[in-house]
């Protein structure tokens, strides 16, 4: 592997110091900013590699942030509704948007999750597809990070299919519970 110029790193990114990087203004931004990033990185992934492998791109990356997320804001849960209490509270404080859970199968490890007035996607238009594969992975990325197992979590509605929640469904993968 060649040496990597920016490997992730909470410490030196995310939490960086905000303070002193923005005393005027601070660590807040408009949902715009966000959407400019994400979605001129996708269409670049998109016409580089496809669409396939640019939202299996967005997936890993969501996961990575999804992993780092928990580590930061969930570290030492162990019990499922203190899990969902914690994320619900931290998705609304950073706007990421209303979380909740619509199904749980803690045993088999089978969930249905919405979240609300989604970052990614609330408010665009109707295009037929799901967009929000970087929350997917970000979902993911939390459930394996708690239970250990590996996950499969996918978007079933969106915003830009007519709905007017995100709908994910997260299961096991077999053999990894």
């Known amino acids: 592997m060649t040496e990597r110029k ?24 408009h949902i715009e900013v966000y959407r400019l990033f994400q979605f ?7 016409q580089r590699y496809g669409t396939d492998m640019a939202d299996e791109l967005l ?10 997320f928990f580590r930061h804001y969930c570290d030492g849960i162990q019990d499922l509704n ?11 404080r ?23 007035e ?3 996607c609330s408010g665009m238009p109707d295009t037929s597809d799901v967009v929000c594969v970087y929350d997917e992975g970000f979902l993911r990325g939390i459930l394996e990070e708690f239970t250990g197992a590996g ?20 299961k096991a993968l077999s053999g990894s519970k």
């Open 59 to 68: 997936r890993e990356a969501g996961a990575l942030a999804g992993k780092q």
């Open 6 to 29: 920016y490997e992730f790193s909470w410490n030196t990114t995310v939490g960086a110091d905000i303070d002193i990087a923005r005393p005027d203004l601070g660590p807040n931004t």
């Open 82 to 92: 203190a899990l969902v209490k914690r994320v619900a509270e931290e998705f609304r």
């Open 118 to 120: 989604d970052l990614d």
């Open 151 to 170: 996950f499969n979590v996918r978007e079933v509605d969106c915003w830009c299919t007519g709905d007017r929640t995100c709908r994910f469904e997260a």
């Open 40 to 46: 001129a990185l996708r269409d670049i992934l998109e």
């Open 94 to 116: 950073l706007g990421i948007g209303i979380f909740r859970v619509e199904k749980s199968d803690a045993v088999n490890l089978d969930f249905t999750f919405t979240v609300c």
